[in-house]
């Protein structure tokens, strides 16, 4: 079970009170303590984005830029240069005048003259401003910057101060502030028209692009160069956007604005006496978490479709209530609690699906070794039937996995048409099962042997396969044996039926004794190899044209310390079973190396030829292996032949060439074993790396005899030597054989008459013998 299944069953097996605590918990942790502000802020971003709009055009900002400040050329300007700017202003019909310059210390007294009398002028409707500020590093309190008093009694006081957050950007504005202990409207409120509790501030709009605000420089103004239809009506703020000023902040979206500039946009923010309200998000947060309450365990499409709508609206409702009626409020511990709300359905699907994964093959979708015990837990006097699929590894090798999968489902739709009884489960990778009632045991004969006419028919997937099944039958009784080891039962029948050639095979007491004595052997393998119990034999192989021994064949052979003698036909088939075919493999060979080592130093420098399984010829770390045992230097490579079966390699075409190149690539050769077996065509032997054709014993040993075995091996002989190939022949036992075969032109020749398997002592000694008889 993958990790996220196990979490999901945890997860949907908590009390749905506690879940629900846990949840509310959370949201209201989020709340409270600010979590998610972040994430918060970015939403609101994503919004103002979204609601994007120009400006009314009602304000406009008339901007104290470097140009202006180049041509009069000193700063703080004379107040004189203020008081043009408010004559032209009110010549041009300006509905307001808002200043956001510092009026708080005295200049000259004719300058501070000139500004009041200009204000005098606009019949005091002009704005000019006061704003509060810390002390000062190190110091307490506030202090407040009002106007001089000549100005501010000719003039509305508007608070100036900016607020930003703590990470400082400005995103809120008050609607006032109280300097020397009297409340303020500020600037944007003035210039707005608005009348609100001073204490109150309010969210800036930041969908209002700055960019479509007007602008016009001070500069310009002054010398009359901006058309009066330009000012006429408007609200006009005064202010500075040089950036030698610095009079500038950072905003969300647009990043580093003017100070001006963001008082009119919140200004803009409240134009229509629309002042934009932020409330708490209690209510979504309560309304999310009534929601998750009914809905978090539920486990259809459709409560899972309501979260997700439901948090949908929960994004879409501040946009909607920002852009209808400038109000907003925080969605995240919301969002938080739905989506808490949504994992949990999402745990309880989890949870399912892990059930029935549990209970299910995951590439076929058939019941499988799991959903079998339960039924068998309540059903203890079953009796079980198992469809073994014969040669299963080759074929999943050959077909790949999606192939495969298709193949076990059109294996078990054949299998429910003909004999099983019910359901067909797959109890493992190579094998199917069903429940069979114990008085339906009489007929299994009959309904097996129906199976076997419909499996004569290949399967079609991708390209036609035959698939043989053999089958086991296991009888239940009472509370002797569990459901599992039920299973294990027939499926040893039936691999034991495939070893004797039948079609099924009831479970016997004698069938779990050879099991456990199976085990065992396993379990004494290592012991075997280190203490040399298990050694190679060496059959030697006569090169027939000089009558020289030129190579052997290593066989390996268990001399048990208990059991005797046990013959390789029972031991190795139980190792390659069992996955230590590689750990047998690299044991004979690096001993059948070492030996050829030994007979080298001796004056025989003859080949040796190891069996390689079918499991192992495209396994690469077996391979890497090989290569290592090749580089320690014990003999030359090409003293090796890796000898595989013809049918090994035609399982899987394209693959055994991969494969058969990398063993060509260390240097060792290649022998075609059992040829003659596989009916491989002419066409695949050509690409085949191959360095040797060994031809089968079943066609040697009666050449003499049989004229089609005599045609099929000297033709043999001749496609061989045509393709560079050397050929061997294996089975013979008599000098008639031998001489025929050097008549074919034969390059080697083995079997008993040439020699019985010898130890690698007893062949050091033919060997000798030999020498000394050719001398």
């Known amino acids: 079970m993958s990790r996220f299944a196990s979490l999901a069953q945890r997860i949907d097996s908590l009390p749905r009170r506690l879940t629900v605590a846990a949840v509310a918990l959370i949201g209201f942790g989020m709340l409270f303590t600010g979590l998610g502000t972040g994430f918060e802020q970015g939403l609101q ?15 406009v900002v008339v901007e104290i830029d470097a140009r202006s400040l180049k041509q009069i050329a000193r700063w703080p300007w004379p107040r004189s240069v203020h008081a043009k700017l408010v004559d032209r202003l009110r010549e041009a019909g300006a509905r307001s005048i808002a200043f956001d310059v510092d009026f708080s210390s005295p200049t000259e007294p004719k300058e501070d003259g000139a500004l009041a009398a200009a204000l005098d002028r606009a019949g005091g409707g002009v704005i000019i401003p006061t704003f509060r500020q810390a002390a000062g590093s190190g110091a307490t309190g506030f202090v407040d910057n009002l106007p001089i008093k000549l100005l501010a009694d000719r003039a509305f006081l508007g608070a100036v101060n900016v607020q930003p957050d703590s990470d400082g950007t400005v995103r809120r504005m008050p609607l006032g502030v109280e300097t020397a202990d009297t409340p303020r409207p500020s600037l944007p409120s003035l210039t707005a028209g608005v009348t609100a509790d001073i204490r109150q501030d309010f969210p800036v709009d930041y969908a209002i692009e700055p960019d479509t605000i007007p602008r016009f420089s001070v500069i310009d103004v002054v010398d009359g160069k901006v058309p009066a239809a330009a000012l006429a009506n408007k609200r006009v703020m005064i202010g500075a956007t040089a950036i030698e000023i610095w009079d500038r902040y950072t905003t969300p979206r647009y990043g580093v604005l003017p100070g001006v500039v963001i008082q009119a946009i919140a200004a803009e923010s409240l134009l229509g006496a629309r002042i934009p309200h932020e409330y708490n998000g209690l209510a979504p947060l309560i309304l999310a978490l009534v929601l998750v309450a009914a809905l978090s365990r539920g486990r259809r499409p459709r409560h899972l479709a309501m979260l997700l709508a439901a948090t949908c609206l929960l994004v879409a409702a501040p946009f909607a209530s920002e852009q209808r009626f400038a109000a907003t409020f925080p969605i995240v511990p919301a969002l938080a609690v739905l989506m808490c709300g949504i994992g949990l359905v999402l745990a309880a699907f989890g949870a399912d699906r892990a059930r029935r994964r549990e209970r299910h093959d995951p590439a076929t979708g058939l019941p499988n070794l799991a959903a079998l015990e339960a039924v068998l837990t309540s059903r203890p006097d079953a009796h079980v039937v198992v469809a073994h699929i014969e040669h299963f590894t080759v074929l999943a090798s050959g077909l790949g996995a999606d192939a495969v999968g298709q193949l076990v489902l059109r294996v078990s739709e054949r299998l429910r048409r003909s004999c099983a009884q019910g359901i067909v489960y797959r109890a493992d990778s190579a094998t199917l099962a069903w429940i069979e009632r114990a008085e339906d045991e009489s007929s299994l004969d009959g309904r097996l042997e129906e199976t076997a006419a419909l499996m004569r028919a290949p ?122 075919a590689a750990d047998l493999t690299i044991h004979v060979l690096r001993q059948a190396l070492e030996d050829a080592r030994s007979w080298g130093d001796n004056g025989y420098p003859i080949g040796v030829a190891v069996n390689v399984s079918a499991t192992l010829l495209a396994d690469h770390g077996f391979i890497e292996t090989v290569r290592a045992t090749l580089g320690d230097g014990v003999t030359r490579p090409d003293r090796l032949t890796i000898e595989v079966t013809e049918s090994a390699a035609m399982v899987d075409p394209e693959r055994a060439v991969a494969a058969l190149e990398s063993w060509r690539a260390l240097g060792v050769n290649i022998s075609i074993d059992d040829y003659g077996t596989g009916q491989s065509s002419l066409g695949y032997l050509q690409r085949l790396p191959a360095t040797e054709l060994k031809i089968d014993k079943s066609f040697v040993q009666t050449i003499a005899g049989d004229r089609r075995n005599a045609i099929m091996v000297r033709s043999t002989i001749a496609m061989a030597h045509e393709l560079g190939m050397k050929v061997v022949a294996e089975g013979i036992e008599d000098a008639e054989c031998l001489r025929l075969l050097g008549e074919m032109h034969c390059d080697t020749a083995q079997g008993f008459y040439i020699s019985r398997p010898l130890s690698a002592d007893a062949l050091s000694a033919l060997l000798d013998n030999r020498m000394k008889a050719a001398a």
């Open 459 to 580: 399967l079609a997937l991708d390209r036609p396969v035959d698939v043989s099944l053999t089958f086991g039958l296991a009888a239940g009784g009472g509370d002797r044996r569990s459901p599992r080891a039920l299973v294990a039962d027939a499926e040893l029948a039936a691999l034991n039926a495939a070893r004797r050639g039948g079609r099924w095979q009831k479970f016997t007491e004698a069938d779990g004794q050879e099991a456990n004595w199976q085990l065992s052997l396993l379990a004494e393998l290592d012991l075997a190899m280190a203490s040399g119990d298990l050694w190679n034999a060496y059959q030697p192989k006569l090169d027939i044209a000089s009558g020289r021994i030129i190579g052997v064949e290593a066989l390996v052979r268990w001399n048990h310390r208990e059991r005797g003698p046990i013959g390789p036909d029972r031991f190795i088939p139980v190792i390659e079973a069992n996955g230590r």
């Open 45 to 59: 971003d994503l919004r103002f984005g979204l609601r994007s709009r120009p400006a009314s055009g009602e304000i």
